[in-house]
């Protein structure tokens, strides 16, 4: 699909009547799509699971992040590529601290600025709110050719401040290479056929698991031998560990060493059984 151009203020104006910015959950769409931005390094576009759409990531950094927010159980909505609009807004707060307001290239024309995700958090108390972040590398924070981006992200944190949101900027330093590699894995499984939702499986599945601690087993050993005992098939004992680790029934170490199947059964804790989460969920 072509990207889009912007040449004039009426542009603007016709993506956003056309819902460009807007929508949340999943109806909302993003200012900037893949299609629509030259790509540098790599860009994603990743069906979520968390809102279910299609999400579109501009490098492989706001991958790692977005894999870390549909991990957390507190973040309820992701948003990416959310505009900082009026444009005037953030234009005053530009001239008011003296930075030169960016504009569309070969144009004039303000260019619409974004942040790179505005999410929607529970809270202990059970409210909700808004937080955004900015996805940096390090190395674009620091040294020579810093000062204008440091310039862009002021103007974007100034904004979310008189809007009384929270902004910060997340940088590569926030995870690990394990946590990644272990969730883009993890999440293929943040769903089960219905045949393998039945909660006594997977009251009986942990108990299993709880049984093999006494042996040196691998992890593929060990989902064999359970899948032998409860009568399922090899992969489907692999989705059910998978799918428990994901939903955090299952709480073990994903930043400090990959996940593989021919590894050491990892040490785990039952965070809750099943029946237990189910019921919550009923009563939430």
């Not at 955004?132 to 000062?147: E, F, M, P, Q």
Request: aromatic share 10%; proline share 5%; charged share 25%.
């Amino acid at each position: 699909m072509r990207g889009r151009r912007f040449a004039s203020q009426q542009d603007i104006e016709r993506h956003i009547a056309n819902g460009f910015g807007g929508g949340a959950g999943a109806s909302y769409v993003p200012w900037l799509r893949v299609q629509d931005v030259p790509s540098i390094g790599r860009s994603h576009k990743i069906q979520g699971v968390t809102v279910e759409r299609i999400h579109h990531l501009l490098s492989d950094l706001e991958r790692s992040y977005f894999l870390v927010c549909e991990f957390s159980e507190d973040v309820v909505d992701i948003r990416e590529q959310y505009p900082l609009l009026p444009t005037e807004r953030a234009q005053a707060i530009a001239n008011s601290i003296g930075v030169r307001y960016p504009r569309y290239p070969k144009t004039t024309l303000p260019y619409v600025m974004t942040t790179d995700f505005l999410l929607t958090v529970r809270e202990l108390n059970g409210n909700f709110k808004s937080v955004a972040r900015t996805v940096k590398y390090r190395s674009d924070l620091v040294g020579k050719g810093c000062k204008r981006t440091l310039e862009k992200l002021e103007v974007e944190r100034r904004f979310w401040q008189s809007q009384g949101v929270d902004w910060n900027i997340v940088t590569e330093e926030f995870f690990t290479p394990d946590l990644i590699k272990n969730l883009g894995m993890l999440r293929k499984y943040a769903r089960l056929p219905r045949d393998l939702m039945r909660i006594p499986l997977h009251v009986n599945f942990i108990e299993c698991l709880e049984g093999s601690k006494d042996y040196q087993w691998t992890l593929a050993t060990c989902l064999r031998k359970i899948a032998s005992h409860l009568s399922m098939s090899y992969i489907d004992a692999q989705r059910v560990f998978f799918y428990l680790v994901w939903n955090k029934v299952l709480k073990i170490d994903l930043v400090s060493a990959p996940l593989f199947l021919t590894s050491l059964v990892p040490d785990f804790e039952v965070f809750q059984m099943p029946l237990q989460a189910s019921l919550q969920e009923r009563k939430s």
